[in-house]
């Protein structure tokens, strides 16, 4: 029986059989904690009524984010479907439609304007390899040495997103620049990371962006950008010098190309020459 006590221990199980991943573990238990609380009955009294009502709040009364409510509707599926082992006809109902919003781009010039003024040398390097790469924040900082392949130019990105592996591009300044960092910036460390923090550890990526905002402001750039930011103008400008959506799109990992797609607003037409526009675009870092 699933009691107020153990639902927490059955559904962390039941999702890691399922080979969830972590952060999604842990976001659907916050979200079961937060509706288990809302509603306040012990999981075998759970109704579908109790759902409706529930999804309605967080849209209408605390009027959450279609993503906040997304992964809220999913907890709450995984939860009675798998671990209640209940099927309501409600959850054929629930939908939620986002506002595609273009992201926030830097141009080159900006993007070395702000790496510029970061002062820190392995958060220079962090930060100008996520850019360089079209990295998520993750992605950089479990970045090894072992997965640069300088000789056949290219990147293996481990574990990235949804489990998978790929392969990215690595412009050979950055290449020139990452071997320099080895040999005089990195603090002496026995962590196979590329980044470590000064007493050899992992950099917490909270440090990441706090380092980020501080040179946005010192370099007075006034958009909202975030270090993802560095990923999207990436990208962004791959399509500007007419790289393929295709292309992109295997680089930065993505599993549609819809969402690939968004980059198409500032698309100019061009060739595919990816290594020859990278080196270009990264010469001067």
Not at 17 to 30: A, C, F, Q, V
Not at 65 to 92: G, K, Y
């Amino acid at each position: 029986m699933i009691t107020s006590a153990n639902w927490r221990e059955r559904m962390e199980s039941d999702m890691r059989l399922r080979d969830l991943r972590p952060r999604t573990i842990e976001g659907y238990l916050l979200a079961i904690r937060l509706f288990i609380e809302r509603v306040d009955k012990d999981p075998e009294k759970l109704t579908e009524e109790d759902i409706r009502t529930y999804v309605l709040h967080l849209r209408d009364d605390k009027h959450q984010a279609p993503s906040s409510i997304n992964i809220a509707i999913c907890a709450l599926r995984f939860f009675f479907n798998f671990t209640l082992e209940r099927d309501f006809e409600v959850f054929n109902l629930l939908r939620v439609h986002r506002t595609r919003v273009l992201p926030v781009v830097l141009s080159r010039g900006e993007v070395r304007k702000l790496l510029a003024v970061v002062r820190h040398p392995v958060r220079r390097m962090l930060l100008t390899t996520i850019y360089a790469l079209g990295l998520r924040i993750g992605e950089g900082l479990h970045l090894e040495k072992s997965h640069i392949d300088g000789a056949r130019g290219m990147v293996w990105i481990r574990d990235g997103k949804g489990g998978r592996d790929r392969r990215v591009p690595l412009p050979k300044p950055v290449l020139l620049q990452l071997r320099n960092y080895w040999k005089v910036d990195r603090p002496e460390s026995t962590s196979p990371l590329l980044f470590v923090s000064a007493e050899g550890g992992t950099i917490h990526d909270t440090t990441v962006q706090k380092t980020f905002k501080a040179a946005q402001e010192e370099a007075r750039l006034s958009r909202r950008a975030t270090v993802h930011t560095l990923r999207h103008s990436y990208a962004t400008h791959l399509v500007e010098n007419g790289i393929s959506l295709r292309t992109i799109q295997d680089i930065l990992g993505h599993k549609s190309m819809k969402t690939t797609e968004v980059y198409l607003h500032v698309t100019l037409p061009g060739t595919e020459h990816l290594q020859e526009v990278l080196d270009r675009l990264m010469a001067d870092l």
